[in-house]
């Protein structure tokens, strides 16, 4: 085999997944990798020695963010239009359309995102040992297709 030992296939899995959403949408591979940063980040406040507060803050906090996401690159066109109709007959000001191209398995990141940190904070996962662990678990774009999470902590 051309790549030995377990790091190098991880990396080699890890850069051809980001080149396989470089290729759908360069531009949400980065939006992907901030979001993924700042759900790692909040991962570590949704175990129990954290103050319930602020367990359920980092979690609020981290479904909000993959939300929103899903909600710009899917739905913002969709809702501007909707408002626009709303609005014509007042002489309102159009909503401009962002025109956004829409990134392959958006819907499926964002909700396997989303479960990961209900699944932290529940106890349920422990938390990737490594961010490339859990870039490697965000980005695997073969999960996108099978439709059902890989087990990061194995």
Do not use: Q
Not at 12 to 32: A, D, H, K, R
Not at 98 to 106: C, D, F, R, S
């Amino acid at each position: 085999m051309l790549v030995s030992g377990a790091s190098a296939k991880k990396w080699t899995l890890l850069i051809v997944s980001t080149l396989f959403y470089v290729w759908g949408e360069p531009v949400f591979v980065l939006v992907l990798l901030a979001s993924t940063a700042i759900d790692y980040a909040l991962s570590f406040y949704l175990n129990d020695p954290t103050p319930a507060r602020t367990r359920r803050l980092a979690l609020t906090a981290g479904i909000a963010s993959n939300l929103g996401v899903l909600i710009v690159y899917k739905y913002a066109d969709f809702l501007a239009d909707n408002f626009n109709f709303l609005l014509a007959p007042f002489g309102a000001n159009r909503i401009p359309l962002l025109h956004l191209a829409l990134p392959i398995g958006v819907s499926f990141v964002v909700f396997e995102k989303i479960t990961y940190l209900v699944d932290r904070y529940r106890g349920i996962s422990r938390p990737a040992a490594l961010f490339t662990d859990y870039c490697l678990f965000v980005l695997f774009f073969p999960n996108c297709w099978r439709g059902r999470s890989s087990n990061i902590t194995r």
